[in-house]
């Protein structure tokens, strides 16, 4: 190489790839923490909008115009499209199932915060004496709490 020519020696270009890696590596946990919490905050929404939808079913029942007694939504009225809610169920995030129509489930829970469906596909769960409404995961993971 003379002295007059121009271009980058293959040291330079070593040290560029290796502090593009150790940037790299700073900037990928981040990302995949960005993806978790994306996920949860989309589940406490979720929850948020079902658990007022089952509030405001309560309170509508106790007035003469709702039957005057109240009480919560069975299963089969939460699940039904325009009963409790306007429409369905929002999907749950925390789901694994392949098939999109059961990430809407919802299954009868006994005790909130504890799955019912851990190690299979997670689900919503709801339990009907107390209009109680949480998330179950496939994992069985701390996510049933909220």
Known sequence: MKVGDKGFTIIE???VIVVLGILASVALPKFFNMSADAKEA????ALGGV???VSNFYAY???PTGGGTASWPT???LTTSGSVMEGTLPANPYSTNSTPANRYACIAGTTKGTPVTAGT???WCYKAATGEFWADTASGAS????
């Open 42 to 45: 989309a589940c406490k929404g």
């Open 61 to 63: 029942k106790a007035t």
């Open 143 to 146: 996510e049933a709490g909220y």
């Open 121 to 123: 596909t997670g689900a």
């Open 75 to 77: 299963l089969t009225e």
């Open 51 to 53: 658990r007022s939808a």
């Open 13 to 15: 270009l070593v040290i």
